[in-house]
């Protein structure tokens, strides 16, 4: 795919002082470095979907975090009961605090997988 607004950067390298040159450059590399990480997701996503037809051993480990939530609820139901009780027992307050905690782990565990 190709961006026609490299054409207008590249002319605006050729004319712009040192400091806005390098702020181009650094624009420029940035959307490099996204183009890449969309390309590799679809990739990903492809051979998702190719590996679909395949059996697979363990439903959970494909989808998105919500499908695996939903998935686990269905194959879990007792433990999910368990959680909404310690929920209500523990009240909004703690549980936003423990949220507030969870949160960053678990994006960064996304991001890393």
Request: proline share 6%; glycine share 8%; hydrophobic share 40%.
């Amino acid at each position: 795919m190709i961006n026609p607004s490299k054409d207008a950067d590249l002319q605006l390298l050729q004319v712009t002082d040192p400091e806005a040159r390098e702020v181009l450059l650094r624009i420029q590399n940035q959307r490099e470095r996204l183009d890449g990480r969309r390309l590799a997701r679809q990739q990903a996503l492809a051979l998702r979907r190719d590996a679909g037809g395949a059996p697979q051993h363990n439903p959970m480990a494909y989808g998105t975090l919500v499908e695996r939530l939903i998935n686990f609820g269905r194959e879990h139901p007792v433990v999910c009961a368990g959680l909404v009780g310690a929920g209500l027992l523990l009240g909004p307050r703690k549980l936003i605090r423990m949220a507030t905690i969870a949160m960053p782990i678990v994006m960064k565990l996304r991001r890393n997988h």
